[in-house]
């Protein structure tokens, strides 16, 4: 019994011995070393990655350089990486992850532990052609004198050549167009047209009419100085019955000069202006429009706003100038042109308005023996026009659908006698102001 009950035993043991037997576990195929790849780098700070997107990737080691302060240790928060100007540091053409802008106190490149080449993209402010340094520095500068030459016309958030707004309560003035200039720097297109009737006792016309069709135009430099063109148009005269002369269209003379406003106080509501006009015969002489050489007219422009109040506001304007010849054939004048308007309810809407012109006569011409001239209409160049004066006045309206668009009406009426040229003169104008 004993050796039965002892190979049973032995024959539950060997069988539990197989059942608990397992297979030992293997790491598969051995490598060598040189396939694990580079061990990546531990240091306090992570470059861009050599792919096609630059991205925050590994750490990589960082020595900072003489002269630089120390990058702080990693991590930190990164800013986003600007586009920096080209520099020494900063160098052009294709970038590598050495040459990748990391932030430093002068924008100074940190070394890297790889070379390869990084396709450039938004994080680089440079053209992937390689671009010398001497071709990218003289566009640069180029570009740069570009830019000062616009900031010369624009300054103060005004755009090149606009119409200095400063003060666009004003209306500009509507008789005696040609000399009667508003003082502020403007850029605009002024169409005219008037109506003159001669009087009927004129010994050399015996009454008719004379035209005006034409424009003026400014350009805005600067708040300061503009160029003004004052008169470029043509003009008609029909004598009257049995006058001996007859009717006659030619081109008008031709005024234009430069403009400098010296005072513009926009709280006060002052402004002031000195220029001068040429004015160039080109003209025909049927149409009194070729005498002489030319004429210099100097002049002074001021413009006041006063007498604010709900209802609205009062605003003066007065030009005070000289006109005197380069030869004998033309004639002398001093000239003043007032202007006082109101401003309805401060709208810069409706203006009506009054205006007062005078001319003095200082020096009688020598081009044509008669005792007539015609102010701003022509310079006859007549011989017996010495120390005499003309007086008008003109009640007119100025209506502005916006400040770019104004529409202007006067009719002017002489003061004094002789009344030459002008018994009744009825003016129109419209303006387009940038």
Known sequence: MRRIALTAWGVVVFTATLASAQVPATL???????????????????RGQADDTPTLGVPEPYTPQAGYAPYPQY????????????????????????????????????PSTRGEAVRRTSFSSRSATNE??????????????????????????RNAFESDHSMDSFS??????????????????????????IPGNNPVFNGGTAYFYGTQARVALTDHWSVTLNKLGGVTINPGDGSGLGDASGLA???LGPKFTFLRNCEAGTAAAVGMIFQIPVGPSKVFQDTGSFSL????????????????????????????????ERSDFLYNSAHIDYDVANLHKFYPMLELNWFHYTRAGNSRPIDQEGRDFANIGGTGVGSRDYITIAPGFRYKFTEGIQAGIAAEFPL???????DFRLLFDVIFRY
């Open 416 to 422: 004094t006698n002789p009344r030459d040229l002008q």
């Open 28 to 46: 598969g195929t051995p490598i060598t070393a040189a396939q694990l790849g580079k061990p990546v780098a531990v240091a306090g700070r992570v």
């Open 297 to 328: 007219v100097p002049y002074v422009s001021v413009a006041q706003s006063f007498g604010r109040s709900s209802y609205g506001t009062f605003n003066f304007m007065d030009t005070l100038g000289y006109s005197f010849r380069v030869d004998d």
């Open 75 to 110: 991590p930190y928060a990164y800013p986003p990486v600007p586009n920096y100007p080209a520099s020494s540091h900063y160098p052009q053409g294709q970038l590598t992850s050495q040459s990748m802008p990391y932030p430093s106190y002068d924008y100074a490149p940190a």
């Open 132 to 157: 010398s340094r001497f071709g990218c520095g003289v566009k640069e500068r180029a570009s740069d004198c570009c830019e000062w030459f616009k900031g010369c016309f624009a300054r103060d958030g």
């Open 253 to 255: 003379e031709l005024h």
């Open 172 to 197: 500009s003035p509507i008789t005696n167009p040609f000399l009667f200039e508003d003082p502020r720097s403007l850029t605009e297109v002024r169409p005219i047209f008037f109506y003159q009737n």
